[in-house]
């Protein structure tokens, strides 16, 4: 059974930086795509960045980009997302999701389409 564990939340100082995992197992093959998304009380889920391991690939929503990476450890068995200049409104819990196809996977980020999901863990910024 396919797993993906997240770890790496906390709370933390507006403006300083965090990394989440995504460790991911029980697969016989390599997800064709991960990605983060988030979700703060009240709000709706929303698709924070992606990445395709096969040609590594990544996009970002624009909230993020330029302050959150994504990157994988050489098994890429292990998702990271590293956060810079973390800011209030970056305070949800945030999962890490995976994809086997090209349909769940395009656009991901909008559609949340993927197949699995992790527990998710709390990120919160503090000013």
């Known amino acids: 059974q396919v797993q993906l564990v997240e770890s790496g939340g906390g709370s933390v100082q507006a403006g300083r930086s965090l990394r989440l995992s995504c460790a991911a197992s029980g697969y016989s093959y390599s997800p064709y795509c991960m990605a983060w998304f988030r979700q703060a009380p009240g709000k709706e889920r929303e698709g924070v960045a992606q990445?395709?391991?096969?040609?590594?690939?990544?996009y970002y929503a624009a909230a993020v980009k330029g302050r959150f990476t994504l990157s994988q450890d050489n098994a890429k068995t292990t998702l990271y997302l590293q956060m810079h200049d973390l800011k209030l409104d970056d305070s949800a819990t945030y999962y890490c999701?995976?994809?086997?196809?090209?349909?769940?996977?395009?656009?991901?980020?909008?559609?949340?389409?993927?197949?699995?999901w992790g527990q998710g863990t709390l990120v919160n910024v503090s000013a």
């Open positions: 990445i395709y391991p096969g040609n590594g690939a990544s």
């Open positions: 999701a995976a994809g086997w196809t090209s349909t769940r996977c395009d656009h991901a980020l909008d559609t949340g389409a993927l197949r699995v």
